[in-house]
């Protein structure tokens, strides 16, 4: 029993040092960044590389790249999850298929902007551009949403399938109707949860989708997202008051989105 305590007290002051030390990054970059914040900063486009103007051009190549990454990788993740879930024969082969999708899902980002760079920007001669940087980052987001598509799927309980085909529904039929309806929540908790982590992308987002400042008015454009912006801004010292800035609008999204996923399953958990 006295080991049982003292293993917890331990665990306790695990959490406790990594709640602390993050507490301690966010609130450094908040309380260094907020006092730069107003509307004009978030709707003036970036002006003289970023020493002045707003982020209203970095903050809309943000959504373009983010709503378009997810476009291609969102489609792909549900047929994918559909196929090993529903209809792939339980064997090594599966076996082998889902522990490739979660090897991918560790790689780091760097790797797939490396592939990125070399297959879309080089060979295919597309630049830097929305169209290099979004299938990149749909390539990377496609592990982790086929995984937790997956697992959503998987949580629906057989019964409900049974249900359907008892009463002479097929499978595609069963699928449809039943079971995505019933894993509706926790594919969209996936997805806000993906985005939010398409939006801190850096590695692969510079080396795909470039660093200009321009804003994007076709699928060929270059442009810059907000951690590329924090990157710049900080490593070149062209601006350390707007870096900190725009690091802290940034680290606001993402909070959200993560919170409003969590808000969002409660939710359905307590209608369902």
């Given at each position: 029993?006295?080991?049982?305590?003292?293993?917890?007290?331990?665990?306790?002051?695990?959490?406790?040092?990594?709640?602390?030390?993050?507490?301690?990054?966010?609130?450094?970059?908040?309380?260094?960044?907020?006092?730069?914040?107003?509307?004009?900063?978030?709707?003036?486009?970036?002006?003289?590389?970023?020493?002045?103007?707003?982020?209203?051009?970095?903050?809309?190549?943000?959504?373009?790249?983010?709503?378009?990454?997810?476009?291609?990788?969102?489609?792909?993740?549900?047929?994918?999850?559909?196929?090993?879930?529903?209809?792939?024969?339980?064997?090594?082969?599966?076996?082998?298929?889902?522990?490739?999708?979660?090897?991918?899902?560790?790689?780091?980002?760097?790797?797939?902007?490396?592939?990125?760079?070399?297959?879309?920007?080089?060979?295919?001669?597309?630049?830097?551009?929305?169209?290099?940087?979004?299938?990149?980052?749909?390539?990377?987001?496609?592990?982790?949403?086929?995984?937790?598509?997956?697992?959503?799927?998987?949580?629906?309980?057989?019964?409900?399938?049974?249900?359907?085909?008892?009463?002479?529904?097929?499978?595609?039929?069963?699928?449809?109707?039943?079971?995505?309806?019933?894993?509706?929540?926790?594919?969209?908790?996936?997805?806000?949860?993906?985005?939010?982590?398409?939006?801190?992308?850096?590695?692969?987002?510079?080396?795909?989708f470039g660093s200009t400042l321009n804003s994007i008015s076709s699928i060929f454009d270059s442009g810059r997202t907000m951690p590329v912006h924090v990157y710049i801004l900080s490593s070149e010292s062209v601006s350390i008051d707007n870096a900190y800035a725009t690091a802290t609008i940034l680290l606001v999204v993402i909070i959200a989105l993560n919170g409003l996923a969590y808000l969002y399953q409660g939710i359905t958990k307590k209608r369902g």
């Amino acid at each position: 029993m006295n080991k049982l305590k003292i293993w917890d007290f331990i665990t306790w002051v695990c959490i406790g040092l990594v709640l602390a030390v993050l507490l301690l990054v966010i609130g450094h970059v908040v309380v260094s960044g907020i006092r730069f914040i107003n509307l004009k900063f978030i709707v003036e486009t970036t002006s003289n590389a970023g020493r002045s103007g707003g982020i209203r051009n970095v903050i809309s190549a943000t959504i373009y790249l983010t709503l378009s990454a997810l476009l291609l990788a969102v489609p792909v993740s549900i047929a994918a999850a559909i196929y090993l879930q529903e209809y792939a024969r339980k064997g090594r082969l599966l076996n082998i298929l889902v522990s490739g999708i979660e090897t991918l899902a560790g790689v780091p980002s760097i790797v797939f902007g490396l592939f990125g760079f070399n297959i879309f920007v080089t060979l295919l001669g597309w630049s830097w551009s929305l169209v290099s940087g979004a299938i990149t980052l749909a390539l990377m987001g496609l592990p982790i949403l086929t995984r937790t598509i997956m697992e959503a799927i998987r949580a629906v309980p057989r019964s409900y399938r049974d249900a359907s085909l008892a009463l002479g529904a097929g499978q595609w039929t069963t699928i449809v109707r039943v079971v995505l309806p019933a894993a509706f929540s926790g594919i969209i908790t996936g997805i806000i949860l993906s985005m939010g982590r398409i939006i801190g992308e850096t590695a692969a987002v510079f080396l795909t989708f470039g660093s200009t400042l321009n804003s994007i008015s076709s699928i060929f454009d270059s442009g810059r997202t907000m951690p590329v912006h924090v990157y710049i801004l900080s490593s070149e010292s062209v601006s350390i008051d707007n870096a900190y800035a725009t690091a802290t609008i940034l680290l606001v999204v993402i909070i959200a989105l993560n919170g409003l996923a969590y808000l969002y399953q409660g939710i359905t958990k307590k209608r369902g």
